[in-house]
Every structure is written in C-alpha cells, then in structure tokens.
C-alpha cells in the first residue's frame, strides 16, 4: 500500500512497510512496528506516536483536505493490522536528508520558470523594436497587467467556474442531504458537508468546496455530481460563489485585453501614419 498525505507540517508517505516524514530537507522512516498510537481526528490532521518516547508529541501533518486526512488514516491503521508495536519505538526511528528531485522539464515548476524566461525576453525584445513613447507607456502596462489578468482568469476558473462549467455538461443530479457543516480553522466560514446517493447505487459523502456564512434550514439539497470524478460535486445553486467567479474572471478580462488593446492600436496608428 503507498498512500501520501501531504500539508502543512511536511507530509507522510506510508510505502513498503513505513512512513516516511518529511519536513524541509529532514526525513524521519518510522516502522510500523515503532508506531504506538495513530491519532486522527477525521478531517484535518493525523498524528503518529512512538511507543516508548515519554519526552515528545510524535509527528503530525495537517492538511486542509479530510478526504486525504481520513484515507491515509484509514490506510495506516489497515497496514499495521497484526503488527505488534516494540517497547522502544524511538529506537528504531532513522533521521536522514531528503533527497533533492532533480528538475525534470516536464515539472510544473520548469514550466513556470520557462514561461517567465520566455515572457521577460519577450518584453525586452518588444523594448527594443518599439522607440514610440505612447507604445512603451502600453507595453509598460501590459508587462504588469497581464500577469495579473492572467491569475486572476486562472483562480476564477479554477476555484469557481471550472466545476459548475463541467458539471453542466455531464453532471447528474440527484437528491441529498446536508449532513454537517465544517467549520475554516478562524471560524470565519463554512463548507457543507453532502451526503447523496449516486445512481450507480453508490452512497458518496463529500465536504463541498462552496464556501457559505450561515447555516440552511432545510438540510435536503438537490447534488450534481460528475460521474467521472466523484470528488467534483455541487449542491444548491451557490449563486455568491458563481458571483465571485464571474466578478474575477471580469477584472482578469479587463486587465488582459486592455492594456494589449491600446498597444495593438498604438502600433497600427503607427503603420498608418508612417
């Protein structure tokens, strides 16, 4: 079984008999058979102790997804079913570096990198062949603008329209309930918790993405699920959160099309005149 959770504290990674924690540059192997206790508490942390260590809390990752807390949880209590803990767990605990992965091209992260090289170059090349001051007063706003367009289209879609786009074209819906609401770490929102039944017969308890400020009366709620991802699921209407989206997604619009706009017609006015 490989099951890794990862969050806030580093990340545990349960593989060939073992968790691995890792923490920065530090990584921790702790056998099965040096694990006293697991502790979860069902939606946000897990926590290991070692059997024998009087001195120490163990080791604990939190993570703001409880569908990964509970699984690996689940995994880990699956794993050391007939494994009988030592006396002194610590001593069997190892400490070494962990080892730095190599920057494949295929990373996200040699994405990105490559992305701003090739957009920085673009923009010093534009500097170059444009001696206009109106089309470097355009290229100026569009070398801050557009980046922030650009996130700004990227979180609207992502955190707000891409689910309810791709629910609308092959989501199925069906009746649920609202089992519990889960509260933000500062207590400054909720997330529904939604209990339904899928048409395959499959009974799915989901934590909702859509983020709401008060409690409804009516616990009965209408689901739309993918049945390709069942993770992807809304219930109600959730018009605040498709607001926000569009709200976003407006500003990165603008923020985009703007600043290329006027330097496309400052270049073109150029053309026609000269």
């Known amino acids: 079984m490989k099951i890794v959770l990862k969050g806030r504290g580093g990340a545990m990674r349960l593989e060939s008999g073992e968790v691995r924690v890792v923490r920065g540059r530090a990584t921790w192997r702790i056998p099965l058979r040096a694990i006293g206790a697991v502790e979860c508490d069902g939606r946000s942390s897990v926590r290991l102790r070692i059997s024998g260590d009087t001195s120490g809390d163990g080791f604990r990752v939190s993570s703001g997804n409880g569908n990964a807390v509970g699984t690996f949880a689940e995994g880990l209590r699956q794993a050391m079913e007939g494994v009988t803990p030592v006396a002194d767990g610590v001593a069997l605990v190892t400490t070494g570096r962990t080892p730095r ?62 689910d309810p786009w791709i629910l609308r074209r092959r ?44 409690r409804g009366r009516n616990p009965a709620v209408d689901v739309t699920y993918d049945p390709q991802d069942l993770s992807r699921v809304r219930g109600g209407r959730a018009l605040a959160h498709m607001s926000m989206g569009l709200i976003l997604a407006a500003f990165g619009a603008t923020a985009t099309l703007l600043p290329l706009t006027g330097l496309i017609t400052s270049v073109l006015d150029s053309l026609l005149q000269g």
């Open 101 to 162: 992965a190599p920057l494949a091209p295929t990373t996200r992260a040699a994405r990105v990198s490559m992305g701003v090289c090739g957009y920085l170059l673009l923009l010093v090349l534009l500097f170059t062949v444009l001696d206009a001051p109106d089309q470097r007063g355009w290229l100026s706003a569009a070398a801050f603008l557009l980046p922030l367009g650009a996130g700004l289209l990227t979180v609207a879609w992502k955190f707000f329209l891409r």
């Open 171 to 214: 989501g199925v819906t069906v009746p649920g309930q609202i089992v519990q609401y889960r509260t933000s770490p500062k207590q400054q929102a909720m997330n529904p918790v939604l209990r339904f039944t899928t048409a395959e017969g499959r009974t799915v308890t989901h934590e909702s993405s859509v983020t709401v400020m008060t």
